[in-house]
């Protein structure tokens, strides 16, 4: 059963406007979420994250929010740009982030048309 | 920033072979090295977590006498597939823990195709 979901397997926006990317959970022992980007044929890079005690992160173009209630947090970009074209996964862990085992969704792969 | 390498970014093998893939974090020490794998279409499933100079932890479902994991140092991490089969042709991934609450550094990926 997967215990962290990204039920959309794609995305298609247009440059300049806004991408979000969402992701369910089902456990709620999870204390810490974050969202990797990944290129084909590359290892994912970490993006941003939200620790379970806040409900919105926001890095540049990217800001993460968290509804606890809902066990539901989406990544919002804006403006999208056509390298922002990737596939994007959100990880959970319950241990804080720190070292131990992310939970991944199946990923959503973005396209910014130009 | 922070960098980790895998070697080889591809390897095709011969059903029956094994398989070395090393993993190393090149600017900072690592305690802790996870091993990742991700068919198509899904998404990354943790195999195991290496710990340098113990024993490697392995999740479940995984056969640790088929994936050997070896943690030599604080800077290596190697995962070798024995008797490799066609159906663990997938592409493996390694990261290395990063201070708490800030994930981990992923490599780069081997691409592993079992012929």
């Known amino acids: 059963d997967q215990q962290v979901k990204q039920n959309s397997p794609s995305l298609s926006v247009q440059e300049g406007r806004i991408s979000i990317l969402n992701c369910d959970y089902t456990?709620?022992?999870?204390?810490?979420f974050l969202w990797y980007k990944k290129y084909p044929a590359e290892g994912p890079t970490f993006l941003i994250s939200?620790?379970?005690?806040?409900d919105k992160n926001e890095d540049g173009r990217f800001t993460v929010f968290l509804n606890k209630s809902a066990k539901h947090l989406s990544l919002h970009i804006v403006p999208s740009q056509p390298g922002d074209s990737a596939v994007y996964f959100c990880a959970a862990s319950s241990d804080g982030g720190s070292q131990g085992n992310l939970i991944f969704g199946k990923g959503t792969k973005l396209s910014v048309k130009p | 920033g922070a960098v980790v390498s895998q070697h080889p970014s591809w390897v095709i093998c011969k059903s029956g072979t094994s398989v070395k893939i090393e993993c190393r974090s090149l600017d900072f020490q690592a305690t802790t090295m996870f091993w990742y794998r991700q068919f198509p279409k899904q998404s990354l499933m943790l195999m195991a977590t290496?710990?340098?100079?113990?024993?490697?932890?392995?999740e479940q479902g995984v056969e640790k006498d088929k994936f050997l994991i070896n943690h030599a140092s604080l800077t290596l991490s190697t995962l070798t597939v024995t008797s490799a089969h066609p159906e663990d042709s997938s592409f493996y991934i390694c990261s290395a823990s990063r201070p708490p609450g800030a994930g981990q550094y992923f490599g780069p990926g081997t691409r592993l195709t079992v012929t």
């Open positions: 456990n709620s022992m999870f204390d810490y």
């Open positions: 290496s710990n340098e100079g113990s024993k490697a932890t392995y």
């Open positions: 939200i620790s379970s005690i806040k």
